[in-house]
């Protein structure tokens, strides 16, 4: 029989308040998957990028299954996440896309 092991964990305050994400870019290479949590808001030129979080694909794949995890049990009790008329599968897209970007846009 397997023992469960626990992990105690510490979170300090100026990490506790947290960092508001509207917008995560996802890149990935052969040994890490690279996120980039921004925010998008309206009068800023481009997005501002709060923090960036680099992980195994290993641990990239165990965050899919605990989010997926959680979104569905998060549907199940207060009802489906809308996602305003844009397509349910894939979360890829290109930042050409985006006006601010695209021809004439500003770029990074």
């Known amino acids: 029989m397997e023992e469960k092991k626990e992990i105690s964990l510490e979170i300090k305050p100026e990490i506790a308040k947290g960092t508001y994400s509207n917008l995560a870019i996802i890149t990935h290479s052969h040994s890490e998957f690279i996120i980039d949590f921004a925010t998008m808001l309206p009068g800023l030129p481009k997005p501002d990028i709060g923090n960036r979080i680099v992980m195994t694909p290993e641990h990239a ?48």
């Open 61 to 108: 794949k165990r965050l899919l299954n605990a989010l997926m995890d959680n979104v569905t049990k998060y549907e199940s009790q207060f009802g489906l996440i809308s996602l305003g008329g844009q397509p349910q599968q894939g979360g890829t897209f290109n930042l050409g896309d985006l006006p601010q970007f695209g021809p004439g846009g500003t770029k990074s």
